[in-house]
């Protein structure tokens, strides 16, 4: 059984930067890419950053220059630095870790930025 724990959300003005963090535990499995998709009410879950076990990268439009995603492979950790915080990044933020065999989703962490 694999658990993905995040941390990190919460309450931030305009401006601000969180940090998100999700570490996968369970029993031995080759975590492949590791990312982050973020949901609103209503809406479809969306891409936000995802990166590769090489350390390759790939960010959403709306996040370029403002979002960084990393690793941490002996942890099982991925991280997502958020910087210059906009209300419209007010969503629920999910990581997702994928293994050769399936993906794993965690259970979502609240992100609000108030203007």
């Known amino acids: 059984q694999v658990q993905l724990l995040e941390s990190g959300g919460g309450l931030v003005q305009a401006g601000g930067s969180l940090r998100l963090s999700c570490t996968a535990s369970g029993t031995a499995f080759s975590i492949n890419s590791m990312g982050w998709f973020r949901q609103a009410p209503g809406k479809q879950r969306e891409l936000v950053a995802t990166?590769?076990?090489?350390?390759?990268?790939n960010y959403a439009d709306s996040v370029k220059g403002r979002f960084a995603i990393s690793r941490d492979n002996a942890k099982n950790t991925v991280y997502l630095q958020m910087n210059s915080l906009k209300p419209e990044d007010t969503r629920v933020y999910y990581c997702n870790v994928n293994s050769a065999v399936r993906p794993y989703w965690g259970q979502g962490t609240q992100v609000t930025v108030s203007s």
């Open positions: 990166i590769t076990s090489s350390g390759s990268t």
